[in-house]
């Protein structure tokens, strides 16, 4: 039977294939998760992921637990993100009314220096509570790619809209008031 | 006299703290670090995260600490403790991954060492070729050549014919 490969440029394939699939493997893995996206888009509601984190200050942890039955707007963002700035007030203000219909703003700062943050929110005046989410895995497991991003979160704890990018009054008022209303 | 030793004595009270400050305070800097550290959202070490916001605070953090006269293992805690154990850019400063961190430098040496041999082999089996190449060549000019001085049967005659004609 004829040879069709010599042993060598077989290992030279062989190395330049695995090279190729650790590639599209490190590419893969970079990409964000999508799939509360995608349900949203076939209108349907998943359940939001688990999160439990360090307080922001104070000690101790908190978490989506500790507002089980309650609408969460649940606001990823950091010091160091300037369209987080644009939207800090927008969310302050929305905090009052989510308390006052059975509701709150829930921020994660993530990947971010803690001064920093606490100088930020002393500068914006935000009262809601805040967690930090140090090293990104709570961004990764909401599919977080960009800061900021803001997931409303139903009375049963079912992702219900996300904006991915700064949120606006139309946006909350579009998917945030009638959840609060439906109490 | 008296006053001059004053004076000196003066200035070396002065001058005591400032020496100890900085035999108190290590020396590291900013480039020293961050080539050891990673921008935790561009995922590329700090050195070459220049534009990213993210990576403009992690900077000016990192001079802060280098101000309070940190250390430059103090400043990786203090980073690590901002940004989680995946802010430290060099395998083993995590300390609990052993397997990841041996096949960190495991899988280039093995890359390079097969690249290496690759290219060797490569090199012999070219050399032999062309030797084998050059041999054969060698072999078959000489056989034409032999071929070209060999007269054919005519020509021989011819030529004997000639030499006849010829002879003093």
């Given at each position: 039977m004829r040879r069709v490969l010599s042993p060598l440029p077989l290992a030279v394939l062989c190395a330049v294939a695995a090279l190729v699939a650790l590639l599209v493997y490190g590419v893969a893995q970079s990409e964000p998760d999508r799939d509360i996206d995608d349900a949203l888009a076939r209108g349907e509601r998943e359940p939001a992921p688990a999160l439990t984190l360090p307080q922001l200050e104070g000690g101790g942890r908190g978490g989506l637990a500790d507002y089980r039955g309650?609408?969460?707007?649940?606001?990823?963002?950091a010091s160091w993100c300037k369209p987080c700035r644009e939207e800090s007030p927008l969310l302050e203000k929305w905090q009052k009314r989510t308390a006052a219909g059975g509701g709150?703003?829930?921020?994660?700062?993530?990947?971010?220096?803690?001064?920093?943050?606490?100088?930020?929110?002393?500068e914006y005046g935000l009262s809601y509570p805040m967690l930090k989410d140090r090293d990104g895995e709570a961004m990764a497991s909401y599919g977080v790619a960009q800061l900021p991003e803001t997931f409303v979160i139903d009375r049963r704890g079912r992702i219900a809209a996300i904006r991915r990018g700064p949120v606006d009054e139309a946006f909350m008022r579009a998917e945030v008031a009638p959840l609060l209303e439906g109490s | 006299m008296r006053r001059a030793i004053a004076a000196l004595a003066a200035l070396l009270a002065l001058g005591a703290p400032a020496g100890a400050f900085a035999a108190d305070c290590p020396r590291t800097s900013l480039g020293d670090i961050e080539d050891e550290v990673m921008c935790p959202v561009c995922g590329t070490p700090l050195e070459l995260a220049t534009e990213a916001p993210q990576a403009q605070r992690e900077r000016a953090y990192?001079?802060?600490?280098?101000?309070?006269?940190?250390?430059?293992d103090e400043i990786k805690t203090a980073l690590?403790?901002?940004f989680g154990d995946s802010v430290l850019a060099l395998p083993g400063d995590e300390g609990d991954d052993d397997l990841g961190d041996v096949l960190v430098y495991a899988i280039p040496a093995l890359a390079l060492l097969m690249a290496a041999g690759g290219l060797a082999l490569a090199a012999l089996r070219w050399r032999g070729a062309r030797e084998a190449g050059g041999a054969a060549e060698v072999e078959g000019a000489t056989d034409a050549a032999t071929a070209?001085?060999?007269p054919s049967g005519a020509a021989s005659a011819r030529l004997e014919a000639d030499i006849e004609r010829y002879e003093l």
């Amino acid at each position: 039977m004829r040879r069709v490969l010599s042993p060598l440029p077989l290992a030279v394939l062989c190395a330049v294939a695995a090279l190729v699939a650790l590639l599209v493997y490190g590419v893969a893995q970079s990409e964000p998760d999508r799939d509360i996206d995608d349900a949203l888009a076939r209108g349907e509601r998943e359940p939001a992921p688990a999160l439990t984190l360090p307080q922001l200050e104070g000690g101790g942890r908190g978490g989506l637990a500790d507002y089980r039955g309650q609408v969460v707007v649940l606001n990823f963002w950091a010091s160091w993100c300037k369209p987080c700035r644009e939207e800090s007030p927008l969310l302050e203000k929305w905090q009052k009314r989510t308390a006052a219909g059975g509701g709150t703003v829930l921020g994660v700062d993530a990947l971010d220096v803690t001064g920093d943050a606490l100088d930020f929110i002393g500068e914006y005046g935000l009262s809601y509570p805040m967690l930090k989410d140090r090293d990104g895995e709570a961004m990764a497991s909401y599919g977080v790619a960009q800061l900021p991003e803001t997931f409303v979160i139903d009375r049963r704890g079912r992702i219900a809209a996300i904006r991915r990018g700064p949120v606006d009054e139309a946006f909350m008022r579009a998917e945030v008031a009638p959840l609060l209303e439906g109490s | 006299m008296r006053r001059a030793i004053a004076a000196l004595a003066a200035l070396l009270a002065l001058g005591a703290p400032a020496g100890a400050f900085a035999a108190d305070c290590p020396r590291t800097s900013l480039g020293d670090i961050e080539d050891e550290v990673m921008c935790p959202v561009c995922g590329t070490p700090l050195e070459l995260a220049t534009e990213a916001p993210q990576a403009q605070r992690e900077r000016a953090y990192i001079e802060e600490l280098i101000a309070d006269c940190r250390s430059k293992d103090e400043i990786k805690t203090a980073l690590v403790g901002q940004f989680g154990d995946s802010v430290l850019a060099l395998p083993g400063d995590e300390g609990d991954d052993d397997l990841g961190d041996v096949l960190v430098y495991a899988i280039p040496a093995l890359a390079l060492l097969m690249a290496a041999g690759g290219l060797a082999l490569a090199a012999l089996r070219w050399r032999g070729a062309r030797e084998a190449g050059g041999a054969a060549e060698v072999e078959g000019a000489t056989d034409a050549a032999t071929a070209a001085e060999r007269p054919s049967g005519a020509a021989s005659a011819r030529l004997e014919a000639d030499i006849e004609r010829y002879e003093l």
